[in-house]
């Protein structure tokens, strides 16, 4: 199983950036599903997930800005960031709970994308 993030970039103060992030392998279901981001010199931070009955979680620093999506058919997870502000430059790791199976059997785990750099500034 991996997971590919794309999406992030240079940004102005205010403006809009959408995040993407694809799982590919043998996969049974997805369970919840998230972005984290981590900031410099700054502890890695939950920004917002959503389970797979279609709940969400946002950060109080994000709430009104940011929208949490999923498209289970794509395996992918969205993070649409709206009124961008510099404090919400980090890089931005997508995480993925999911269920797959091997010849042991199947079994349940927590994947990492490998970060994608989001940059707010004039």
């Known amino acids: 199983v991996q997971l590919q993030a794309s999406g992030g970039g240079l940004v102005q103060p205010g403006g809009s950036l959408t995040l993407s992030c694809a799982a590919s392998?043998?996969?049974?279901?997805?369970?919840?599903m998230g972005w984290y981001r981590q900031a410099p010199e700054k502890q890695r931070e939950l920004v917002a997930t959503t389970t797979n009955s279609g709940s969400t979680n946002y950060a109080e620093s994000v709430k009104g800005r940011f929208a949490i999506s999923r498209d289970n058919v794509k395996r992918t997870v969205y993070l649409q960031m709206s009124s961008l502000k510099p404090e919400d430059t980090a890089v931005y790791y997508c995480?993925?709970?999911?269920?797959?199976?091997?010849?042991?059997?199947?079994?349940?785990?927590?994947?990492w994308g490998q970060g994608t750099q989001v940059t707010v500034s004039s």
């Open positions: 392998g043998t996969i049974l279901r997805l369970n919840a």
């Open positions: 995480n993925i709970d999911l269920t797959s199976y091997d010849r042991g059997g199947t079994y349940t785990r927590t994947y």
